[in-house]
């Protein structure tokens, strides 16, 4: 079994930053692309950013230039620091990683962590 626990969410004003963290432990082999997603009320469950375990990265383009996704492949740990939050950034952010445990490959997905930013 293979755990994802999520740590930094929280109430913030527009403008200000915020660092999501996720680590990832458990029976773990090998992990792939690691990377965050959020949902907010009433919409679908959406990419916000991805990392491979080579380091390429994808955003979505809502975030492009504010958010930076990272990774330690050694710690198993991923990364959201965000930047110039914007009141729409508000919703549950979930953390999600492509894991091999030595029999089989899966997706992980964390508890989630709740990001708002209001004044």
């Known amino acids: 079994q293979v755990q994802l626990v999520e740590s930094g969410g929280g109430l913030v004003q527009p403008g200000e930053s915020l660092r999501l963290s996720c680590a990832a432990s458990g029976s773990i082999f090998i992990v792939y692309g690691m990377g965050w997603y959020r949902q907010s009320p009433g919409k679908q469950r959406e990419l916000v950013a991805g990392?491979?375990?080579?380091?390429?990265?994808n955003y979505a383009d809502s975030v492009k230039g504010r958010f930076t996704i990272s990774r330690d492949s050694a710690k198993n740990t991923v990364v959201l620091q965000m930047n110039s939050l914007k009141p729409e950034d508000t919703a549950v952010y979930y953390c999600?990683?492509?894991?091999?445990?030595?029999?089989?490959?899966?997706?992980?997905w964390g508890q989630g962590t709740q990001v708002t930013v209001s004044s």
């Open positions: 990392i491979t375990n080579s380091g390429s990265t």
């Open positions: 999600n990683a492509a894991v091999h445990d030595g029999s089989r490959r899966r997706d992980y």
